[in-house]
């Protein structure tokens, strides 16, 4: 990760049909971001025994 690049921030596991419960799901975000602040991985609602795959590509 480099912190002048910007990335793309995507959940990949959803269901058909499933829209994403990651507040940053779909964002372009700095590589300094992501490096001093991170991902918004909880909503406010955090459910036992789930899990959430991210994708995290070099936005063009």
């Known amino acids: ?3 002048s690049k ?3 921030i ?6 058909p049909d ?4 990651l507040p940053d799901n779909d964002k372009i975000l ?3 971001y992501l490096m001093e602040v ?8 955090l459910q036992s025994l789930t899990s959430n795959i991210i ?3 070099e936005a063009r």
């Open 1 to 3: 990760m480099t912190p």
């Open 6 to 8: 910007n990335y793309r």
């Open 10 to 15: 995507r959940e990949i596991n959803l269901l």
């Open 18 to 21: 499933t829209p994403s419960t």
């Open 30 to 32: 700095s590589g300094a």
């Open 38 to 45: 991170g991902i918004n991985i909880a909503s406010g609602k």
């Open 55 to 57: 994708e995290i590509s």
